[in-house]
């Protein structure tokens, strides 16, 4: 066992990316006034990622976006430390040793996040941070081909920023239909119809086997003997939770950083949340990790809670949101085990679809359309959700009747 870090020991965030750091906001606005030192392994501070996908490759390149300043987290007294790496975790002297020197605390928060999923192929593109949204940036151009592997919200969402900068885009999917994780089969439908709309040819049951660099472009071998010629190749196959310091430090590690409903884990000084945590659903009793900009924000702050000793579980609803060329996808909550579905079409063409547990009660929503009539459905939806509502089947699936007359 090592001995206890020279520091005066506080509240140490790892992960400054955005949910650890608006943990470390919130504790501040909360009125925490003891240390909290934010370690991040990148070099720049926390900058929202949903921007890398849904518009560096449809437009020029543009500044990152910053939630807080330095100058503002500096002003907080938050002790910003980027460019470090963190080596192991010491759950007994409660120690965190980084690559610069250990650093003791009184309560850890883990908001380790998630990286792109890995194929055992070369000469693949990622998108996960500001430097691969630069290198793929780079090779987005009129009149190139682009091979995009995994047709789930990142791959599609890549596939039609190429598509608006005028690139031939093929999608290769080894499952049986697109968004098979993510949304319900009637609308992963619609969105299909729209990128074929819009000239990208979607493959599913199909994988990559090769890819080999042939000089002036590469060429690509498909699980079904043919080959495609593409200038770039990227690959969206999903997201894995960084949960290997955890892991070893002891803590219990599953699909995810194992959490109880106050976002706490197996050790009691220990908290996670973001992409890396799994915790308890209180609406449908399954465990889930969710990868969404807003679910990392919201776990931020009821962390930040907890930490100080409040005692109200995690309970806010999930939310998601896709941009599909002038289509905007929403998704709130998680869907149940055997849930009824009912689905809404309005006359202007926009979609929502319900889920609903067997007690009638609404557990999630996904809406397509248009931007401002999609946003609306959902903002009502996840009321619905919220409240454990169990409206009547029938006014669900009218158009007519207003959803926010059932709540």
Request: hydrophobic content about 45%.
């Amino acid at each position: 066992m090592s001995e206890r870090a020279p520091h005066e020991p506080g509240i140490v965030v790892v992960g400054a990316g955005e949910c650890g750091t608006r943990a470390a906001m919130t504790l501040r606005d909360k009125g925490f006034d003891r240390p909290i030192t934010l370690i991040g392994r990148e070099t720049v501070h926390a900058y929202e990622r949903p921007p890398l996908s849904k518009a560096s490759l449809a437009a020029e390149a543009s500044d990152l976006v910053h939630p807080w300043t330095r100058e503002e987290l500096e002003g907080a007294g938050i002790s910003l430390r980027l460019g470090v790496e963190v080596t192991s975790i010491d759950l007994g002297t409660r120690t965190v040793v980084t690559d610069v020197g250990p650093l003791a605390y009184d309560r850890l928060l883990l908001a380790l996040g998630s990286r792109a999923r890995r194929l055992d192929l070369e000469h693949l593109y990622y998108l996960r941070t500001r430097e691969d949204a630069d290198a793929l940036r780079g090779v987005v151009r009129e009149g190139g081909r682009l091979l995009v592997i995994g047709a789930g919200f990142v791959g599609l969402e890549v596939a039609a920023g190429a598509r608006e900068r005028g690139m031939e885009v093929t999608v290769i999917e080894a499952a049986d239909r697109a968004l098979a994780r993510a949304v319900p089969a009637v609308v992963a439908e619609r969105v299909v119809a729209l990128h074929a709309h819009h000239g990208v040819t979607i493959r599913t049951r199909t994988t990559v086997t090769a890819v080999q660099d042939e000089g002036s472009h590469l060429r690509a071998t498909l699980s079904t003997g043919e080959t495609v010629v593409a200038d770039a190749v990227v690959a969206g196959v999903g997201a894995e939770p960084v949960t290997e310091i955890a892991a070893a430090a002891g803590l219990l590690v599953e699909d995810g950083i194992v959490v109880d409903e106050l976002l706490r884990t197996s050790d009691p000084h220990v908290w996670a949340a973001g992409d890396c945590a799994s915790y308890p659903d209180p609406r449908t009793g399954r465990r889930v990790r969710i990868e969404s900009w807003r679910s990392a924000h919201d776990q931020a702050v009821s962390a930040a809670a907890a930490m100080l000793g409040e005692t109200e579980p995690h309970a806010a609803v999930a939310w998601f949101w896709s941009d599909q060329y002038d289509q905007m996808l929403q998704t709130a909550g998680v869907p149940g085990p055997g849930e009824r579905e009912v689905v809404r079409a309005r006359e202007d063409g926009s979609l929502l679809h319900l889920g609903l547990a067997a007690d009638g009660r609404v557990l999630d929503a996904t809406s397509l359309g248009r931007g401002p009539v999609v946003a609306k459905d959902i903002r009502v939806a996840e009321q619905l959700i919220a409240a454990g509502a169990r409206p009547d089947v029938s006014d669900l699936e009218d158009p007519g009747v207003p959803l926010r007359s059932l709540l």
